[in-house]
């Protein structure tokens, strides 16, 4: 295992993939998680110790250039399907958060851009000016788009957690 220039050993090829996961998980939901990484991190393996610097971050960076490929694919093949699937039994919204108060579950709540620009700005860390390249908008929009998200995370969750504390 080699060192970065920070001085600590360098994560192997497994413990990045773990640390993917959770990211993964937020971003395209737990069906699809094991996938992403799956291709992320396979697509990294035949270069793996030629990978300089901070690996997690660049399978990090892998793993969300794979996301927006697939999510455009995603967006092209939607655009052509004309039926749904709708889940066997519907319950409503806030009684879903209240019932369990996943952040995961919530998020999927949430339009997929705010969903994106949150899971990248605030798990990620990823600063406005790096996701404004990523997804392709000004910085101010990111900004706005997290902040409306935000908002609307509050929403849901506030009127759950009302309702629980009766």
């Avoid at 998020?107 to 798990?123: A, G, N, S």
Wanted: aromatic content about 4%; cysteine-free.
């Amino acid at each position: 295992m080699g060192e970065d220039p920070a001085g600590q050993a360098d994560p192997s090829y497994l413990e990045v993939a773990r640390r993917l996961m959770g990211s993964a998980r937020d971003l395209v939901g737990a069906h699809a998680a094991d996938d992403l990484v799956f291709d992320t991190m396979s697509t990294l393996l035949p270069r793996w110790d030629r990978i300089t610097g901070d690996k997690v971050a660049y399978a990090r960076r892998s793993m969300v250039n794979r996301f927006r490929d697939q999510g455009r694919h995603l967006r092209v093949e939607a655009a052509h399907r004309h039926t749904f699937v709708t889940p066997d039994r519907e319950e409503p919204a806030n009684d879903r958060v209240a019932s369990r108060l996943d952040l995961s579950a919530v998020l999927h709540l949430l339009p997929e851009r705010t969903r994106q620009v949150l899971v990248l700005r605030y798990q990620l860390d990823l600063s406005a000016a790096d996701l404004a390249v990523i997804l392709g908008m000004p910085a101010g929009s990111v900004r706005r788009v997290a902040h409306d998200g935000l908002r609307a995370l509050s929403d849901i969750i506030e009127p759950a957690s009302e309702g629980t504390a009766s």
